[in-house]
């Protein structure tokens, strides 16, 4: 036997449509198991008036009045966000941006990108959230447990996004994550060509 309830939460979101971010209304379906305490999450849908995201409707789009493409911003994006850290704890710079993510991006046709990358005038934290929002899954590089990686992360699997996490498997066996992302399947690699065969294999699995 079970019951079920909707039940609605405020939620901020992104619309590239009037390019502010805007209160809309997340709609969970909760699902009641009379042999069990807690509610089970079965299924959400997001009902908008201005932001067209994935599973999300707009109105200017649907009226053909929307100058964003609704495939632009939702599980149909060509881009990618990047969250990891850019530096060694020694202050050297890695190279995994430009080296192996990017290419095995544009192998499947997808832009992979990270903050540096983008041009803005307002505060970087509003543009990482916008570029998050605007990305079809990201990637998120948990080497050197880089705070602002985990918070990306968990950001964009707020906002439905999958995320991708990786991190060096020398720094894993060493050091380990955070114990909240120690259950993932996370892509552990040893150096860049590792990293580019995981990698391609992991997107072309669940992506492709």
Not at 42 to 56: A, D, H, T, V
Not at 67 to 94: L, N, Y
Request: aromatic content about 14%; some cysteine.
């Amino acid at each position: 036997m079970s019951d079920s309830e909707k039940r609605t939460e405020p939620f901020q979101g992104y619309c590239p449509t009037q390019n502010k971010w805007e209160r809309v209304e997340q709609t969970y379906l909760i699902r009641h198991y009379a042999h069990e305490g807690n509610p089970r999450y079965i299924e959400s849908s997001m009902f908008c008036p201005y932001i067209s995201l994935r599973k999300g409707q707009c109105k200017f789009y649907d009226n053909n009045d929307c100058p964003v493409k609704s495939g632009d911003w939702s599980a149909d994006s060509a881009d990618v966000f990047v969250a990891f850290q850019f530096r060694t704890p020694d202050g050297i710079s890695r190279p995994i941006l430009d080296d192996v993510i990017k290419p095995i991006c544009r192998g499947f046709e997808l832009s992979a990108f990270a903050i540096t990358d983008v041009e803005y005038n307002e505060g970087i934290y509003d543009e990482i959230l916008k570029s998050i929002t605007k990305s079809r899954f990201v990637i998120a590089d948990l080497t050197y447990n880089n705070n602002g990686a985990y918070y990306e992360a968990g950001y964009a699997k707020g906002q439905g996004k999958k995320v991708i996490h990786t991190c060096s498997k020398d720094w894993f066996d060493k050091n380990g994550v955070h114990f909240d992302v120690g259950g993932l399947n996370l892509v552990l690699y040893e150096n860049d060509e590792d990293f580019k065969t995981k990698l391609r294999k992991r997107i072309q699995e669940t992506f492709m």
